[in-house]
């Protein structure tokens, strides 16, 4: 009796371990919790800035987190819909449309600056033209440049307003280009490869704050009005799969985040609540002008 005893102990034991091995929140666990970022500036300084993320937020979690680059915005969103990250850093546009192909999946967080983001219209020093609190219509004609496809500040605000005072771009400009990320945009602009340009303003200001920008080359011509831009993003099932709790684990770590060297990174002031309802302007606009359906 006492060997059966122990002898059904010993299955009931080892089935329970199995069965917690091969848990969802265990295999999570085991594999880590993974994010990633669209690539909006110079791949080295976000492999710098969200490698630093990673570490703060396993040190907050108690579990492995990691970060995964992307080289476009659209494998970002395409590696959130299949699950190869759970969290991810995106912009208004890219939030939208990565959300919408996860059933569930919800905003949490937005830089304190993301309530009223701005798009900078840039101009090569040849151009003649100048600053002006009015949307400047003599761009028309010349060489004009974006940034990635799918960004908010680079692409779907800029023409918006290009759409709304002019035309579409190909019936307004000389040329169009997409450079692939902001800090590239400006590079482009100052070089004079292209004439005029849209840039995120935040990138803006922390390349001229660097030494990066020669003023007498490029210079801000028209500033946006404001609209809602980059937010942290999770996916709908993440508190199935790492067990209850971890949304709003993830969530109150971004939002405690401290360290003003890390925000600085972004750069962000802070990091405060955000919810999907807050980027519905974002998706009217590029519903408006066919970027969305």
Known sequence: ?????????????????????????????????????????????LKKRFDKVAQYLTQQLGFQ???????SYAAAITAFRNNQVQLAWFGGLSGVKARQLVPNSQAIA???????FVSYFIAHQSTGLQASDAFPKDIKN??????????????LMPEYYIRENLAAPKDTFKKVGFSGDHSRTIALVQAGSYEVGAVNYKVWDK???EGK???????IIWK????????????????????????????QSLLSMKDEALLNSFPRQSFIPAT??????????????????
Do not use: C
Request: aromatic share 10%; proline share 5%; charged share 20%.
């Open 213 to 219: 920008i020669d003023q007498n080359k490029v210079s």
């Open 142 to 155: 010349k060489t004009f440049t974006f940034g990635s496809k799918g960004s908010t500040s680079g692409r």
């Open 65 to 71: 987190v990691n970060y995964v680059p992307v080289k």
């Open 1 to 45: 009796m006492h060997h059966t005893l122990k002898r059904l102990f010993s299955i009931f034991t080892l089935s329970m371990a199995l069965i917690l091995a091969f848990s969802p929140l265990a295999q999570a666990q085991q594999t880590g919790f993974s994010f990633t970022a669209i690539p909006d500036q110079d791949a080295t300084q």
């Open 110 to 116: 937005q830089g304190f600056e993301d309530q009223s």
């Open 224 to 251: 946006t009005p404001s609209y809602p831009d980059y937010q942290w993003s999770v996916r709908g099932d993440l508190d199935q799969v790492f067990g209850k709790g971890t949304k709003d684990k993830v969530q």
């Open 276 to 293: 999907n309802q807050d980027y519905a302007p974002i998706k009217k606009t590029a519903q408006a002008i066919g970027l969305m359906d």
């Open 207 to 209: 390349m001229l704050s």
